[in-house]
T-cell receptor
Framework: GAVVSQHPSWVICKSGTSVKIECRSL??????MFWYRQFPKQSLMLMAT?????????EQGVEKDKFLINHASLTLSTLTVTSAHPEDSSFYIC????????????FGPGTRLTVL | GQNIDQPTEMTATEGAIVQINCTYQ??????LFWYQQHAGEAPTFLSY??LDGLEEKGRFSSFLSRSKGYSYLLLKELQMKDSASYLC??????????WGAGTKLIIKP
């Protein structure tokens, strides 16, 4: 149980285009989902916390107009990287927390974004 | 500020035992997690400690001392597949995970 999927796994796009990444909790309801970014040889960096039905809370230094987050249902959150640039190339990972459980987060497999 | 410290890299021999330490200073404490992350993959859950003491789960054990702000992950009977990064993370008073930079574990035959 507690499986989280992400789509796509890999994406290569041209500079200036937008990319949407989906995060789904497959067998549970997730009131809260988290979006992380990880650069090579670095730890996870929390970008934003996404709560179903409300606006996402962004961490300091993360541009909310560039990284659009939508959490429209209890099983789906999307991250859209708008006008992507090469410096946005990174490994994006989502995680989901069970409704009513404030402890463990379940991670998706990650999305590798390369912006040319 | 909040801070999690763990060694950057460790090397061990197949079949041996290795201990990865983690010290933390956070605003509040609601538990400490250890995750394993292979290169290019997302982290996978290993353990969760919220009370002092040792939690054993097969070849892996995790220890916590809240008064010392200290935890360790103990890996026994090391296998080549254990080569990975091991991430220590603390759940703070806002139930937000604070991540360490990870310890890259290299296993040699």
């Amino acid at each position: 149980g507690a499986v989280v999927s992400q789509h796509p796994s890999w994406v290569i796009c041209k500079s200036g285009t937008s990319v949407k990444i989906e995060c789904r909790s497959l067998d549970f309801q997730a009131t809260t989902m988290f979006w992380y970014r990880q650069f090579p040889k670095q730890s996870l960096m929390l970008m934003a916390t996404s709560n179903e039905g409300s606006k996402a809370t962004y961490e300091q230094g993360v541009e909310k107009d560039k990284f659009l987050i939508n959490h429209a249902s209890l099983t789906l959150s999307t991250l859209t990287v708008t006008s992507a640039h090469p410096e946005d190339s990174s490994f994006y990972i989502c995680s989901a927390r069970l409704a009513g459980d404030y402890n463990e987060q379940f991670f998706g497999p990650g999305t590798r974004l390369t912006v040319l | 500020g909040q801070n999690i410290d763990q060694p950057t890299e460790m090397t061990a021999t197949e079949g041996a035992i290795v201990q990865i330490n983690c010290t933390y200073q956070t605003s509040g404490f609601n538990g400490l997690f250890w995750y394993q992350q292979h290169a290019g993959e997302a982290p996978t859950f290993l353990s969760y400690n919220v009370l002092d003491g040792l939690e054993e789960k097969g070849r892996f054990s995790s220890f916590l001392s809240r008064s010392k702000g200290y935890s360790y992950l103990l890996l026994k009977e090391l296998q080549m597949k254990d080569s990975a990064s091991y991430l220590c993370a603390v759940l703070d008073s806002n139930y937000q995970l604070i991540w360490g930079a990870g310890t890259k574990l290299i296993i040699k035959p």
